[in-house]
């Protein structure tokens, strides 16, 4: 198989992965807001949310050695690098995907981390804005300019990634409030008060999580309906 053929079929897997299994995330989400769930229910509900939202998690990291693969290979962006620069780029992609792995499942079901898992979050957080900002910018470049991607649908796809990449940072933000909420929910148990605190976190939630499924989408339109 050609090598930009299984690149190809590894980023319309990762895609799937992606989109596919955060619908099953956020309709569970609704599922463990039921109201007069025991708590032992509850907490199986969010654990199986967890071990699904791993997915997404690890589609995104992946995708930006694949995605920059891809375009080198098939000539649509960066021409100019050189080759064996793509084997370090995938290697740091595994290993940062597979650091992620080991820290979301050290993290607890309330979003308590040991200290080690807490580091690691900052630097996860700091390489996702440096990889918002490289699509985005390069995005923006290439259209308006001479940028290193040789397409305008391509372009167009790296700025809209960039931006979902940033969406992904909202999310964090967003859930910092959602956890203290939930919580309390879960160990002390289900009231009138500390359901509806977790209604309310959560929608906040929500908005990037369906700004994220519509720029998926339009990505895959994109590449296509490309000239």
Known sequence: MHSASALLILHILLLVAWLGIDVGVFSSSFVM????????????????????????RVSLILMIPVAIALAHTTGFGLTNMPDWLLWPIGAGGLAWAGVSVVSFRATGPTGVAPDWAASFAKVDGALRAAASVF????????????GPWNADWVAWKSAIFGAIIAMGLWIRVAARRYHPALAELLQHGESDERLAAVNEKIRGVYPPVLLIWSS????????????
């Open 216 to 227: 998926l989408i339009l990505m895959v339109i994109l590449a296509v309906v490309r000239p």
């Open 135 to 146: 699509f985005l910018s390069t995005g923006v470049w290439s259209l308006t300019g001479d």
């Open 33 to 56: 807001r039921r109201p007069n769930m025991s708590t032992d229910t509850r907490m199986t509900v969010r654990g199986i949310m967890r071990s699904l939202d791993l997915a997404p």
